[in-house]
């Protein structure tokens, strides 16, 4: 008899999720390999360029929604789940505030990536101190996997309208990470969708980037402008984005399932000081040291100084007029590369015309009453 044959597997299912909680995930859940279902839908995606310059999304055709592929010899995904909203997340107070600069709030503490994949490694270890020869290989945040098509199957959530996995016991304020494994443990079912007739994310989008239930248009998206995108940013977009430095969360924060979400548990996900309600021109005036010392461990550290600078400029341009925002943008003009120098002219020529971001100031507005309506738990 194998070593396979001889072990019970419900068992070990029991045991890998009493490890994966033990570990700091909120929830593990099991799926099986058959993506077959999303591959229409990531063809459709990528032919309609949602994915914009994001070619490794692209990069690895079918294998992403084919895990079996991508690692041979899988045969289930062990998903999981880990909170990472900060008890002071501040939503409201640096939303109101267009000289502050809002930073998407999972990348206020430590990098996830390394921290995550590592817990999964140890749970890998786990398996295979139990089971020799198990293999097993983790994922975060990879390119190849399609990460909430899996949550989904796996029981952890539903993929909401805005296309992120939402829990009806968590929100969607949480990170996720996979576990791909040779063994035939038994599979969890999926949960129940609970959007319904709700559209609060697609409404509330800035740039309406969700441009129909369940599918983003990564070009529109704050999040892809300010961190994957590497060149300028369309300036019809520019005053959408308000003082949105690096990400966004709206799609989440008008989400109603989020109040239920949690705290994180995790002292790294705690937001550094030198990051979080900032004034804009503190952050502009970082040199690239001080940006790289200052994100050290940051998930933020990944788009460099250049992005950093065109991003800030931008909300330095939305900004209500300022002279310490007119006085910083003077200093650095002249002395940054042409990508930062364009979008330095265009802040510029706003502050000086004193055209802050009233485009976007009525939406904000919406968005701030959802906020303090709906999370009590914000400062
Ligand atoms: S992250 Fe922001 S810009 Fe992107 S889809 Fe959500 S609300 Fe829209
Ligand atoms: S805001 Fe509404 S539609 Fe959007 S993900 Fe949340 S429940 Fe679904």
């Known amino acids: 008899m194998s070593a396979l044959q001889s072990i019970d597997l419900i068992r070990l299912t029991n045991d890998i999720k009493a490890w994966g909680r033990a ?20 063809t459709q995606w990528l032919e309609n360029d949602y994915h914009g310059d994001m070619e490794y999304m692209a990069a690895h055709g079918m294998k992403r929604a084919r895990p079996a592929e991508l690692v041979p ?6 998903s999981v789940r880990m909170d990472y909203l900060p008890p002071d997340a501040s939503f409201a107070r640096h939303l109101k505030n267009n000289r502050i600069g809002y930073i998407s709030r999972y990348a206020l503490g430590r990098d996830y990536h390394k921290l995550v994949r590592n817990r999964l490694k140890k749970l890998g270890q786990k398996i295979t101190d139990t089971l020799a020869h198990t293999a097993y290989r983790p994922f975060v945040d990879s390119a190849p996997v399609l990460e909430h098509a899996i949550a989904e199957k796996a029981g952890i959530g539903w993929t909401g309208k805005h296309s992120l996995t939402l829990s009806r016991d968590a929100g969607s ?28 994310c697609l409404t509330m989008c800035p740039t309406n980037a969700i441009v129909a239930p369940y599918t983003v248009d990564a070009r529109k998206c ?4 300010t961190i994957e995108n590497s060149g300028p940013i369309p300036e019809a977009l520019r005053p959408l984005m308000g003082n949105r ?30 990051l ?69 002219d265009w802040a510029l020529a706003r502050q000086r015309k004193n055209t802050s971001a009233k485009e976007a100031a009525r939406q904000q507005q919406r968005l701030i009453r959802v906020v303090e309506k709906g999370l009590p738990r914000d400062a």
Request: overall charge negative; some cysteine.
């Open 73 to 78: 010899g899988t045969l289930r995904v062990i």
């Open 173 to 200: 304020w949480f990170f996720l990470g996979e576990l791909f494994v040779n063994l035939p443990l038994p599979i969890d079912e999926p949960v129940e969708e609970g959007c319904g007739s709700c559209t609060a």
């Open 222 to 225: 704050i999040s892809y402008l």
């Open 245 to 274: 430095i690096y990400g966004c969360d709206d799609c989440q924060l008008v989400c109603p399932w989020n109040r239920y979400a949690s705290v994180t548990e995790e002292s790294d996900f705690a937001p550094r000081e030198v």
């Open 23 to 42: 570990l700091g995930f909120q929830q593990v859940g099991i799926s099986d390999v058959d993506l077959s279902q999303h591959e229409t839908y990531l």
């Open 276 to 344: 979080h309600g900032q004034r804009l021109e503190t952050l502009f005036l970082w040199d690239e040291e001080t940006f790289l010392k200052n994100t050290e461990g940051s998930a933020i550290r990944r788009i460099g100084h250049e992005r950093w600078l065109r991003n800030i400029a931008v909300a330095m341009g939305n900004a209500d007029p300022d002279t310490s925002i007119l006085a910083a943008l003077e200093k650095r003009s002249g002395q940054v590369s042409p990508l930062v120098q364009t979008h330095i």
